[in-house]
């Protein structure tokens, strides 16, 4: 069964540097998402992606975050600055049309800033 | 006024009972429904999508869904250990093209 990829499976970080987590999304998905999950708490939308741009994006999407597609496969999350409440799971997820099918998750990014 | 409410929970019920899991939402519009469970420490898997009111069923698992009370439930029957989780009610909103998640019930089956 199809499955998106995310890499690295946990990164540690030291607050201020930059981080870029990588997803490769189902091959035939057009729509692209990330989230994110600090420990306990709910799954929270930060970003979506059609069409080579950002279609919607939270009020936790901030100017220290950004998302490419840098070629016809790979989709990532860069955090310029970390802050360590940047602290959380950070979901890849896809969709082939949007809200009628779901999404299928990646495995995620257990990110942690120290 | 939170867009997907869930009760946290623990919902915890005997091996082999039926799990009744609750979510109430408020976007009249809402017009997708899905249900994730989620392991700990793992991604949300989907287990299933409803979009008109009533029941759908697929193997142990019943999605219910009322509109006019705005109002989407789970039922596991036979509910299993391997069934304790965290299950997160999800609607789609069309005004922002996004799903929108609950903060989960987390269930624990008792062998």
């Known amino acids: 069964e199809p499955e998106v990829t995310q890499t690295p499976s946990h990164q540690v970080t030291q607050m201020g540097q930059e981080v870029i987590l990588r997803c490769v999304p189902i091959?035939?998905?057009?729509?692209f998402y990330w989230y994110r999950q600090i420990l306990g708490q709910k799954v929270e939308f930060l970003v979506s992606f059609y069409n080579n741009e950002i279609s919607e994006k939270s009020e936790i999407f901030d100017d220290q975050f950004s998302v490419e597609r840098p070629d016809g496969s790979n989709f990532t999350l860069k955090i310029r600055s970390t802050k360590l409440e940047d602290s959380a799971m950070y979901f890849c997820?896809?969709?082939?049309?949007?809200?009628?099918?779901?999404?299928?998750f990646g495995s995620g990014t257990r990110l942690t800033v120290v | 006024q939170k867009e997907v409410e869930q009760n946290s929970g623990p919902l915890s019920v005997p091996e082999g009972a039926i799990a009744s899991l609750n979510c109430t939402y408020s976007?009249?519009?809402?017009?997708?429904f899905f249900w994730y469970r989620q392991y700990s420490g793992k991604s949300p898997e989907l287990i299933m999508s409803?979009?008109?009111?009533g029941d759908k069923e697929d193997g142990r698992f019943t999605a219910q869904l009322n509109k006019a009370s705005q109002y989407v439930s789970l039922l596991i029957r036979d509910s299993q250990p391997s069934d304790s989780a965290t299950y997160l009610c999800?609607?789609?909103?069309?005004?922002?093209?996004?799903?929108?998640f609950g903060s989960g019930t987390r269930l624990l089956v008792r062998p």
């Open positions: 976007d009249r519009g809402s017009q997708s």
């Open positions: 409803i979009y008109s009111n």
């Open positions: 997820a896809s969709s082939s049309r949007g809200q009628t099918y779901g999404y299928t």
């Open positions: 999800a609607l789609w909103m069309d005004s922002s093209y996004k799903l929108i």
């Open positions: 091959s035939n998905h057009l729509y």
